[in-house]
């Protein structure tokens, strides 16, 4: 059997198949394909290491390769809440082959202890935070990208490097095709909100998502994918054609990452990694960046422009919840919510129900309307796992960068260098990325592992290459890992990690109690003021909305819309004719406030509501959290600046399925209401 080099795609193409002994006892058509079979096997089993075909069977690379095609999605099954992803079926399926194999043929896998070191200090983390099965689960997840998933990949990368690099180009070309017909039935600007999102029967769609589940995941897909790709696309010593061709293939995927942020660190990153490369690699870098500079330019209202420029600013800032979920206050609010809990975090699985009581006077972009999957994976890590984790990872994820660099320049054209050179890019987009989005997602997360393996594996002519774990050793790995989940089921939850912590050191807030002069005297004092209106004093409401009596409530009256009683037309804007609230109230003197109201949701397609005060041109959307079949508070994600004197407020019909009870208007920009209020 011919052999090749794994990075010289044009030896692959133009090497001819031998020739079939016309002697040979089987020499009919049947033979002629075994012999193709056979060969194209070795080319892909054998990554131009002088592997055999019999290195992996068969089977074997067919299940590895549609786990690994199926991970370059957020595919769901529209069963059991869709909580089973089609790649966690593929991926066990290609989990139980490896281990088959390597109790089989005795054979040992990579993986680098200090990945046991991460996941046991996340477990730890969870375990002194007592986030319950939510945080067992999230746990669990990781384990399963980061131990399974880097086990698997990592055996894959070994055995047969040369089919990752063609299914992984797959992947990129079915979300490329997928973002196309999409753009065409949906727009290039089209999104999808959270609420919206979680109705897809099959988690993607309806917007330009390939098969992601939000514009931003597509994007950081394509950005962390064609940074990996393109070092084994174009190889050590590329000719024209292959130039051409990755050129070709680099300018469409950059065209379809709508996300103005992923889009430069990408760009950025292959300039970056094109210098390590040749020149050639370089050149390919910037044409690619000048012929997606030309298209953003033409046409007055450019809808790929338009997009790009709206999520190209870290640091935006306004009064509307769509803006603020491209900016930096997310990630602001949570590094607030880690210094309240700094050791371990309140929990994974805990960050929804606990950031909005960390913004304390910033803007509170609760409802992201313009994108989902926009907050920053370092303020998360660090919100839900504590400092020390966070920074172990953070260490950790450097340490790979450093060592895929290193491995680079100490390779030769046969010992997988471009690989880690990819390995080093990828890592590159995901740890700047982390600032931006959240990558420890089914998706996203198994890419990461990816970069992590190909930039860590020791080389193919590093006498290492054959160490690792052997089945045994997996088997109690995984047993200790699973042994550290039962502490966090098992230990009772803490009701409210934040209780009785505050943004600064001062005493939980509580109401001020006004005196019998009313509200002036507590602007006279220097105080707080309250405003407490209740869903009994509504001035004016229209259907669909109705009032009901309800035992839980204030005053046991509500107003509600129910589920199946209508929304808004499609691309209207909600209005008081489609259903709507209308109170009065009045304020002693101008003050600078944030508004809460009080709600309850049916569920994920019923937890919205917008609110309105006095002629504002737009509406404020209020919701999109995760509390479904009770009453909680929630803010308007900004700050309202009352004159003294008489206002109005709205609260008008966007989803049904919904109620309110109480609207809170306070000074207090760090009071967190949590029951009833009362009103004086």
Not at 286 to 311: D, Y
Not at 384 to 398: C, H, K, R, S, W
Request: aromatic share 12%.
């Amino acid at each position: 059997m011919l052999s090749i080099r794994f990075f010289d795609m044009e030896t692959i193409i133009s090497s001819e198949i031998p020739a079939v002994q016309e002697e040979s006892v089987c020499s009919n058509s049947t033979c002629v394909f075994r012999v193709l079979l056979e060969k194209w096997k070795g080319k892909f089993c054998s990554g131009g290491s002088g592997g055999k075909a019999a290195d992996i069977p068969g089977w074997l690379l067919g299940l590895l390769s549609l786990a690994l095609l199926t991970m370059a999605s957020q595919i769901k099954f529209p069963f059991a809440g869709g909580r089973l992803a089609l790649a966690d079926v593929t991926f066990a399926l290609a989990f139980l082959g490896i281990l088959w194999q390597s109790w089989q043929q005795r054979k040992s896998i990579y993986y680098p202890v200090v990945g046991l070191i991460l996941l046991i200090a996340a477990a730890l983390a969870n375990i002194f935070s007592a986030p319950g099965l939510s945080g067992a689960i999230e746990t669990a997840q990781l384990i399963q990208q980061f131990f399974c998933g880097f086990l698997l990949l990592s055996y894959f990368l070994k055995h047969a490097p040369f089919a990752v690099c063609v299914v992984v180009s797959l992947g990129l070309f079915g979300n490329l095709l997928a973002a196309m017909i999409q753009t065409v039935s949906y727009g290039f600007a089209s999104i999808q909100a959270p609420a919206d999102v979680k109705a897809l029967p099959w988690g993607f769609g309806k917007a330009l998502t390939g098969f992601f589940r939000s514009r931003m995941a597509l994007s950081f897909y394509f950005a962390a994918s064609l940074c990996w790709i393109q070092p084994q696309w174009l190889g050590r010593n590329p000719g024209f054609w292959r130039c051409l061709a990755t050129l070709l293939a680099s300018v469409l995927l950059l065209c379809f990452i709508p996300h103005g942020m992923m889009l430069v660190l990408c760009l950025a990153v292959l300039l970056v990694t094109s210098l390590f490369l040749h020149k050639r690699a370089l050149a390919v870098n910037l044409l690619a960046g000048t012929i997606l500079l030309f298209s953003l330019l033409p046409g007055k209202n450019n809808p790929q422009r338009e997009t790009v420029l709206n999520t190209l600013n870290p640091c935006k800032t306004g009064d509307y919840a769509g803006e603020l979920k491209t900016c930096h206050l997310d990630f602001l609010a949570a590094l607030r919510m880690a210094a309240r809990r700094p050791w371990h975090g309140v929990g994974s699985g805990r960050y929804q129900e606990c950031i909005g009581r960390c913004y304390g006077d910033l803007p509170n972009p609760s409802y992201n309307d313009i994108d989902s999957d926009t907050q920053a994976a370092w303020g998360i890590l660090a919100g839900t796992l504590g400092f020390p984790a966070t920074g172990l990872f953070a260490l950790a994820l450097l340490a790979a960068l450093a060592a895929g660099l290193k491995k680079y320049f100490s390779s030769d054209e046969n010992s997988g260098g471009t690989l880690a050179l990819g390995g080093f890019a990828a890592l590159l987009v995901f740890f700047a990325g982390m600032f931006i989005s959240d990558p420890l997602t089914r998706g996203l997360g198994w890419f990461l592992a990816l970069a992590l393996a190909t930039a860590t594996m020791p080389l193919r002519n590093s006498p290492n290459f054959h160490g690792g774990f052997r089945f045994w050793h997996i088997i109690i790995a995984a047993f200790g890992l699973g042994v550290l989940l039962i502490p966090i089921v098992l230990r009772k939850p803490v009701q409210d990690p934040l209780r009785n912590l505050t943004l600064t050191s001062r005493a939980v807030r509580t109401r001020p109690v006004q005196t019998s002069e009313g509200a002036d005297a507590s602007f006279g004092s220097g105080a707080d003021f309250f405003l407490v209106v209740n869903a009994s004093k509504v001035k004016e409401f229209t259907p669909p909305f109705e009032k009901h009596q309800d035992s839980l409530a204030a005053e046991q009256t509500s107003l509600r819309i129910p589920d199946g009683k209508g929304v808004p037309p499609e691309n209207e804007e909600p209005a008081m004719k489609y259903g709507g609230a209308l109170f009065e109230i009045e304020v002693p003197q101008a003050v600078k406030c944030k508004i809460w109201v009080r709600c309850w949701w049916d569920g994920s397609c019923g937890n919205t509501l917008n609110l309105q005060v006095d002629d504002e041109p737009r509406s404020i959307t209020i919701g999109n959290d995760g509390m479904y079949h009770t009453w909680h508070w929630l803010e308007s994600p900004k700050t309202y600046n009352l004159s003294a004197g008489k206002h109005t407020i709205r609260i008008l019909n966007r989803e049904d399925g919904i109620a309110f009870d109480q609207i809170l208007i306070t000074t207090d920009m760090e009071y967190y209401p949590q029951e009833i209020e009362e009103s004086l």
